[in-house]
């Protein structure tokens, strides 16, 4: 079949190596003007290491690990250790693999045949299916307009194929309360290669807000966090989104704050997004289906996003594999499926804003206490 992937993130370079392997012809787009890079490590876990296995990338991906969520500590507001990072929260078994968005999103674009197409700075702007239902007509942003036996959506959280098909995003999120900016820190030094013994991850709360260094394979991140309500703003304006940053941390000088919120203004690639849930009663419509977080997304808490969509994209293109000419069965399997693993997913993230986030002082010394205080960070550094 010709099938169009819009969306080139995990779910969607996962997608077209999967169907192109069983002989589909795939087109990809993708809004931005290139990959997106950069990014907190993702996590590869249970049957999605299956996954990777059978694609034959699993070695690949071994060799790409990090180990970012295994030395973390937080910190009051004089920097002095109060707590450890709890490692228990971000891992299922020894397994488990962490890995940077780029590497793994590398890894995906090498194992896709030569040739495939992905065209950048595009999107989809229309969907029609035809009257006998043969073919979906897609209209792009460019003008161009091209028709597909299928469209298979994968283009994250503000899905405009979502939108397209099953109504307004605001019908289907749920928001979780928080709110995340993550930019590029270029003057840490720290000095940290990835090794042992270097400086550990760092994260300082007060009430509400969290703000951290997150560092791993030599590379640091700004994390800044705090709790509010839906923002409405445009998702491509980075002015609007530094200021959001801004505005929420303001006043605050204390530890590290303002040379974080410095990485925040300057960082091109600066990323700003609500933490938030999508819920949908049905994942396909028509010749049309979701896959990925436009789907299903569970939010960064549940750390299950990269794996929800490497079984996604997997469920999907062995259903398609087992119902050849009835695209409604096979959509209708990828769903039955895969809906476990989500619902585990984000019913995950019930304890994360708790965790990442305490809404007071004094659920901040009960995160600590809980995790050992002082006294349990030895073992980190």
């Known amino acids: 079949m010709r099938i169009l992937v819009p969306g080139t993130g995990v779910a969607g370079l996962a997608l077209a190596v999967e169907l192109t392997a069983r002989g589909h012809e795939v087109s990809l787009i993708e809004r931005a003007a290139e990959f997106r890079t950069g990014g907190t490590p993702i996590d590869i876990r249970g049957d999605a290491l299956g996954v990777v296995a059978r694609l034959g990338l699993l070695p690949r991906v071994r060799e790409h690990r990090v180990d970012a969520s295994e030395r973390g500590v937080f910190v009051d507001a004089h920097g002095a250790t109060v707590a450890p990072l709890p490692v228990e929260q971000v891992g299922d078994s020894d397994d488990d693999i962490e890995i940077t968005r780029d590497d793994l999103a590398r890894i995906l674009v090498d194992a896709l045949p030569p040739g495939v197409p992905i065209r950048f700075g595009d999107s989809v702007v229309a969907l029609d299916e035809n009257e006998d239902g043969g073919r979906v007509d897609v209209g792009f942003l460019s003008g161009h307009r091209e028709s597909f036996d299928l469209v298979l959506g994968a283009d994250g959280l503000h899905s405009a194929v979502r939108r397209l098909v099953f109504g307004p995003e605001a019908d289907c999120v749920r928001h979780l309360g928080v709110h995340l900016g993550i930019a590029h820190v270029t003057d840490d030094a720290a000095g940290n290669t990835g090794g042992a013994g270097d400086t550990p991850s760092e994260f300082c709360n007060y009430p509400g807000h969290m703000a951290g260094f997150m560092r791993f394979k030599g590379e640091t991140l700004a994390l800044l966090a705090f709790r509010a309500g839906p923002i409405d703003h445009d998702h491509h304006d980075l002015a609007a989104q530094r200021r959001i940053v801004a505005e929420a941390f ?20 600066f990323y700003f997004d609500a933490i938030s849930q999508i819920h949908l009663p049905a994942w396909h419509r028509g010749r049309v289906a979701l896959v990925g977080d436009a789907a299903y997304c569970a939010s960064p808490l549940s750390g299950r996003g990269t794996s929800l969509a490497l079984t996604g994209a997997a469920f999907l293109a062995e259903a398609l594999d087992r119902h050849p000419g009835d695209h409604t069965a096979a959509f209708e399997e990828y769903a039955a499926r895969q809906r ?25 010394r009960a995160r600590n206490e809980a995790l050992g205080g002082a006294e349990a960070v030895e073992s980190v550094r």
């Open 250 to 269: 303001a006043g605050h000088t204390e530890w590290e704050i303002p040379r974080l919120l410095g990485a925040v203004r300057r960082d091109p690639a």
């Open 340 to 364: 476990p693993y989500v619902e585990f997913a984000q019913a995950s993230v019930d304890e994360g804003a708790g965790i990442v986030v305490p809404d007071s002082w004094e659920a901040i």
